[in-house]
């Protein structure tokens, strides 16, 4: 089965995508989905999920970064993002860098480059947050108070490089790498407004120099006719042995999963797969029959219904 890649150019998680399937040279099909919302070519794929980057591969959709990169390892173990010893220490790294880190580099970033963007950018990630439109000043007084969380932070990047460790968790590629070069990629992915900010660390330098190595695989574009054909005609692939917490909803019930933090809009199913990683629906769309929709478990709120 094709890896197909539903993404757009400017998006930081997309990025952290692509520089995963160059890593470990993959080739892929993409689909440029609209940054905003509506998205309804992607939709009857994930049932109402609107974040970016979507991983298709035929009848099973895959949702979230951290679950993508998991995906890519299982199909395709070397070289690994979660190498044997680190895996733990990486992990952290990645949900601090991704929790902690990013949320002040985006509002630092957008309100810098705010001229850059799509004009609707701004109204539509408030809306995924659930906050009032804001005007060009409130996305400005934003990024200026931003500004010094990520200062502050970005030296703990060039300490994670010091003592001679070419990579974020020790002397490895892990997936922490991926997790902490998609926040500081993005810094300069629009303009170079804000490359001063990283001119005083040259470890971050070199680093970000060695993951641009990677590059992005062998990609080939699709249009989004041609994926909802391809997941109209394939089946979803048997999922594995679930393995659920006491608390987890019994396999086969209907239930829904959203984001708990934004883009909350919900995607219900039926439980086929649930575990420490994972959590998977079935669910029926009119053109496509049945689909398989995958979410990882740190960050997603499941409920029965």
């Not at 409130?138 to 490089?161: C, D, K, S, W, Y």
């Not at 005083?200 to 993951?211: F, G, H, L, N």
């Not at 769309?285 to 979410?295: M, Q, S």
Request: charged residues 25%.
């Amino acid at each position: 089965m094709e890896l197909i890649l539903h993404h757009y150019d400017f998006s930081n998680y997309a990025e952290k995508a692509r520089l995963a399937l160059g890593y470990k040279g993959l080739a892929w099909r993409g689909v440029i989905i609209p940054p905003v919302a509506p998205k309804p070519d992607l939709t009857p794929l994930t049932g109402g999920y609107r974040r970016t980057p979507v991983l298709q591969i035929g009848a099973d959709i895959f949702c979230d970064t951290r679950l993508i990169l998991r995906e890519l390892e299982r199909r395709k173990p070397q070289p690994s993002l979660y190498p044997a010893g680190s895996t733990a220490l990486a992990d952290m790294i990645a949900y601090w860098a991704e929790h902690q880190f990013f949320r002040p580099m985006s509002l630092y970033v957008s309100g810098v480059n705010l001229d850059l963007l799509p004009p609707d950018l701004q109204a539509d990630r408030s809306r995924m947050r659930d906050l009032p439109l804001p005007s060009a000043k409130t996305v400005q007084r934003a990024a200026t108070r931003n500004a010094p969380f990520v200062r502050a932070q970005l030296p703990f990047i060039e300490a994670l490089l010091s003592g001679g460790h070419a990579w974020i968790a020790g002397p490895q590629v892990t997936v922490a790498d991926f997790a902490v070069y998609h926040p500081l990629w993005f810094m300069t992915a629009r303009s170079q407004r804000l490359a001063h900010e990283l001119a005083p660390y040259p470890r971050i330098a070199d680093w970000m120099e060695r993951m641009r190595a990677f590059g992005h695989g062998t990609s080939s574009p699709m249009s989004a006719e041609e994926a909802l054909d391809v997941a109209a005609s394939a089946q979803p692939q048997t999922p594995r042995a679930s393995n659920p917490f006491d608390e987890d909803p019994p396999l086969s019930r209907h239930v829904r999963i959203r984001a708990d933090d934004y883009g909350r809009d919900p995607v219900e199913g039926e439980l086929v797969l649930v575990d420490a990683d994972e959590i998977a629906l079935r669910r029926s769309d009119p053109r496509l029959g049945d689909i398989v929709v995958h979410f990882p478990r740190l960050g997603y709120d499941l409920r029965q219904m």
